[in-house]
């Protein structure tokens, strides 16, 4: 007769899943596990057998069984399964009695079944016998709890009616897992077995050793039914006549058997559907309105009607050149918020990427103060200058301008390739027709590209006009009476300011210590830290020299030393004031500083020899206080030419090229496209698109049915409440009376559990056992 309580959910559960599985989705309904608990021999596996209805078994129309070991191959006789079973048992487990925890995946496949689990595991032993290891007992243990712990697990306790209740292994295990009672059900089996004068009224009406979910009675087949293949509906039907005929259950006749216990888990089963509803309801509700406005325009869709192509490519157009100019000028919808792109990139070239090339562009201090040295020096020519020539002024600003035409090309090439990136960032919408987005592509990157030459032109010749003049009456420009009072003030200027380590301070005074050191003409100070408020120290610059010392092979600092001239202390105790730093660069850096303060290197004959003609400075100090002029000048007139050129090169750039593709997009591209050819052939849909637009169009209608079904579902079943707490504290304390041990009970265990795919698939997990083949149900059957 099977599991008639299912017959009408079953169908509605499979639309509702089937409905979801069109969509891509599991539809959470996560069907609670059913666990038979119990001891040996206490009659579970014909309890699971008679539960689950005819249909388990892999024999009739459309049932078949398939296993995971074997791919492929179809089994449609259980005697063959059985044998399978066994085969593979031996197999993994060998002959002698072992046991393994790998399982053997078993799937039976049926229209008429709702997506359940079972899994097979040996009963407990507690004396390892064979080839089985010590802790066997415990293996086993945490094999079935891995299940019955479950939240999700309603557990069946079962127990034979001709053994003590008080004791039984089924009901302490279900008060383990659930204190409360909330998900375990009683099942008393072998009633018919029961000595003559005795019965199980008492238990079976709830009174003695009280569940919150009371007890049902059931009658299996015996061992002699099994072996002489009784039909399972015959067992049920004898099942139905005992109970009508016992004069202790007729009254209960009603609440007793397999089909009364089919029916409080179907309740159970339905309960938790129900439950699961609203979320679902809402879950569909909110998926249909995100795609309603897309699915509308589905709806009367013709793709060769020459007249949506047409207005299409309009469409497409305009959106292209609306997000273009959203992307450059900014806007506050569709904001990337990983990266800049478009206008802002653009912005960060101008204002931060070219203003640090041109001040990489800056010479070192020591090559600077050569060249102008040897610029005076060539004008001058065989007569001693005895003033300073502004001739070497304008050849050494006309080199480093010209050096500005690097930094200029490569901010216009930075702006093309952000440019490149925004145009192929905006046509990812045209994704839908790959060959307008590829035309459109190209048409509007040659334009930026043939804008490329016509821009640096324009950029060079900015900086050609510069070379061409020498305004040294701007209204910035210090001017030579302006240097020559600037050069006597000096010593009022800051010339650097950074961190670094005094490397000579005896240890005994605390050792090598970090300053915030700071560099005049005049003086050099250093302080605690940054804000200049504890001023440890002034040392005056005059006489002052500086030279290199090697690193030590404690230290990875570079150092360097400033000592007096003529050989007199310079700071407190100590001949020379060892100063170190990090990289050789920022040493490097400060030696050019104490150069513009007049702190020159010292000069050793090796050096001069070296040298040659090629020596850096002079020991004419007429030849020093020009060249000290004239680096001022440079680094006056360069300020005033990197303040025009940071000002200009943008506005170029924005006015031959950002501007002028905006524009190109608006007037000229959709001329451009017309021109190209056939028009329907630009509109060709891709593959991919057609595929997303009749996926979003199944996705609505699934959407719809699912939420239709959902109605049914509603209003087809019902809530069926928890019953009533009951005094269930005798559990506990009979346990305690007996000094019942943990593991002084040997259940098996049947479960069925959650889906693995669509509805008409039902895995069974059996966890190979020695001596373990019992019949295999694998579903709630109809």
């Known amino acids: 007769m099977g599991n008639r309580g299912m017959e009408d959910l079953i169908p509605l559960v499979n639309q509702l899943q089937d409905a979801f599985a069109s969509i891509g989705q599991n539809s959470s309904l996560d069907l609670p596990q059913i666990a038979v608990v119990g001891g040996q ?34 089994f449609i006789d ?255 919808d569709q904001v990337d918020t990983y990266e800049l792109s478009g206008g802002a990139k653009i ?17 070192d201090e020591k090559t600077l103060r050569k060249e102008i040295s040897y ?35 490569k901010c216009v090439d930075m702006v093309i390739n952000e440019l490149v990136n925004t145009v192929r960032q905006c046509t990812q919408k045209l994704a839908q027709y790959p060959m307008l987005r590829e035309e459109m592509e190209r048409i509007v990157t040659q334009h930026i590209r043939d804008r490329e030459s016509r821009t640096k032109e324009q950029v060079f010749l900015l900086i050609d006009i510069e070379l061409a003049y020498m305004n040294t009456n701007h209204e910035d420009f210090i001017g030579f009476a302006n ?37 005049t003409a005049e003086t050099l100070s250093w302080y605690k830290d940054d804000e200049e408020k504890d001023k440890k120290y002034m040392l005056p610059v005059d006489n002052l020299k500086l030279k290199d010392i090697e690193k030590s092979f404690m230290s990875s600092k570079h150092i360097f030393a400033l000592f007096h001239n003529e050989h007199r202390n310079v700071y407190k105790d100590s001949r020379q004031l060892e100063l170190a730093s990090e990289s050789q660069e920022e040493v490097d850096s400060w030696k050019a500083s104490f150069l513009r303060a007049g702190v020159y290197p010292e000069r050793t004959v090796e050096a001069e020899e070296a040298s040659g003609d090629g020596q850096i400075h002079s020991l004419d100090p007429q030849l020093e206080r020009q060249v000290e002029i004239v680096r001022n000048l440079v680094d006056s007139y360069l300020s005033i030419i990197h303040r025009t050129v940071r000002d200009l090169i943008p506005k170029t750039i924005m006015h031959l090229m950002v501007n002028n593709t905006k524009e190109f997009i608006h007037s000229d591209l959709l001329a451009n496209l017309y021109s190209c050819g056939d028009q329907n052939s630009l509109m060709e849909e891709s593959q991919e698109q057609a595929q997303h637009r009749d996926e979003m169009l ?76 019992a019949p295999l149900p694998c579903g709630l059957a109809s």
């Open 41 to 74: 021999s206490a009659g579970k596996s014909s309890v699971l057998e008679n539960f689950v209805g005819k249909d388990f078994l892999p024999r009739g129309s459309g049932i078949y069984a398939e296993f995971l070991h074997c791919k492929g191959k179809k």
């Open 698 to 773: 199944r996705m609505y209608h699934a959407l719809r049915e699912g939420l239709s079904l959902i109605g049914d579902i509603s209003t087809s079943t019902i809530t069926t409440p928890m019953p009533p707490p009951v005094d269930d504290s005798w559990l506990q304390s009979q346990a305690k009376l007996q000094g019942i041990s943990e593991q002084q009970w040997a259940p098996e265990m049947w479960c069925a559990g959650p889906p693995h795919g669509g509805h008409a698939l039902t895995p069974i997990n059996h966890c190979p056992s020695y001596g373990q083949i």
């Open 78 to 332: 259980f005697d063959e399964v059985r044998l399978e079973i066994e085969a593979e048992t031996d197999r993994i487990t060998g002959q002698n009695k072992g046991i393994s925890p790998v399982p053997i995946n078993l799937r039976v496949y049926s229209p008429h079944v709702l997506n359940l689990t079972l899994v097979d595991l040996p009963g407990m032993t507690k004396v390892p016998v064979g080839d089985q290891p010590a802790d066997i007992e415990h293996q086993i243990k945490e094999m079935l709890m891995q299940f019955v712990t479950k939240d999700n697990c309603l557990v069946l306790a079962v127990s034979p009616a001709n053994s003590d209740l008080a004791n039984s292994d089924a009901l302490k295990i279900a008060k383990e897992v659930d204190p409360q009672g909330l998900r375990t059900i009683g099942v008393i089996t072998k009633l018919d077995l029961m000595d003559e004068g005795t019965d199980a009224r008492d238990i079976l009406e709830n009174k003695l050793l009280p569940l919150r979910r009371g007890y049902v009675g059931v009658v299996n087949r015996s061992q002699k039914d099994i072996d002489g293949r009784k039909d399972i509906t015959a067992a049920l039907q004898a099942e139905r006549k005992f109970f009508l005929s016992h004069p202790s259950y007729r009254h209960l006749a009603e609440r007793m058997g397999t089909a009364y216990l089919q029916k409080i888990l179907n309740q159970q089963l339905t309960n938790h559907i129900r439950d699961t509803l609203p979320g679902l309801r809402s879950k569909l509700q909110s998926q249909l309105l995100s795609i309603e406005k897309e699915v509308e325009e589905y709806k009367n869709f013709r793709p060769d009607d020459p007249s949506r192509k047409t207005k299409a490519l309009l469409q497409m157009v305009q959106q292209f050149a609306v997000d273009f100019e959203k992307r450059i000028e900014g806007s506050g």
């Open 375 to 409: 610029a005076i020096k060539n004008i001058h020519g065989i007569r001693t200058g005895l003033f300073t020539p502004d001739m070497a002024f304008e050849t050494i600003v006309k080199r480093l301008i010209a050096q500005i035409k690097e930094p200029c090309q």
């Open 483 to 519: 240097n020559q009072s600037q050069c006597s003030n000096l010593n009022f200027k800051v010339i650097r300011k950074g961190w670094l380590t005094i490397n000579n301070i005896s240890i005994m005074k605390g050792g090598a210590k970090e300053y915030w050191f700071v560099l």
């Open 347 to 363: 912005n960060r070239i101008f204002h931060e990427r070219f203003p640090f090339d041109l001040v990489k562009l800056e010479s």
